[in-house]
């Protein structure tokens, strides 16, 4: 070794080692958060979700209003032969439901209303303003 170089202390790798397993145990985390859920509704079971809907109108000196507080019930029903085939019933949190649609359930968690031809449509059930073709739902309680 020529004289003046410098070789790297056993703590420094030690060091380095710990960043990259840190940086891989980051990396694979981030990965977990990001993976694809798999969403099944069996024929008969269902499942329920409630939904809180907070909101205020902008007063015209720009602060909020009152607020009003609407809850709503969401329960799917798995429909056979298929997996994919839902009945969507939802309404008020303390009321009947107001709603029944039959709908397509993938295994992405996305709902789509299915026309009356039974196929899925390019749209999905709206409730207080959510449209649950664009919002999957978490997995249920």
Do not use: Y
């Not at 409730?127 to 919002?135: R, V």
Request: net charge positive; charged share 20%; proline share 10%.
């Amino acid at each position: 070794m020529p004289s003046g170089a410098h070789r790297p202390s056993r703590r420094l790798w030690w060091i380095i080692g710990a960043c990259l397993c840190l940086a891989g145990l980051g990396v694979g985390l981030f990965a977990l958060a990001f993976r694809s859920c798999r969403f099944v509704i069996e024929p008969g079971q269902a499942a329920t979700w409630s939904l809180t809907v907070r909101s205020a109108p902008l007063l015209p000196d720009g602060k909020p209003g009152p607020e009003r507080v609407a809850e709503h019930r969401i329960v799917l029903v798995g429909l056979g032969p298929e997996s994919s085939a839902a009945a969507w019933l939802a309404g008020p949190a303390n009321a009947a439901a107001a709603t029944l649609r039959l709908i397509d359930l993938p295994s992405d968690g996305r709902l789509r209303c299915r026309g009356r031809d039974g196929r899925p449509a390019d749209t999905g059930p709206l409730l207080a303003g959510f449209d649950f073709n664009l919002m999957p739902l978490p997995l249920g309680a």
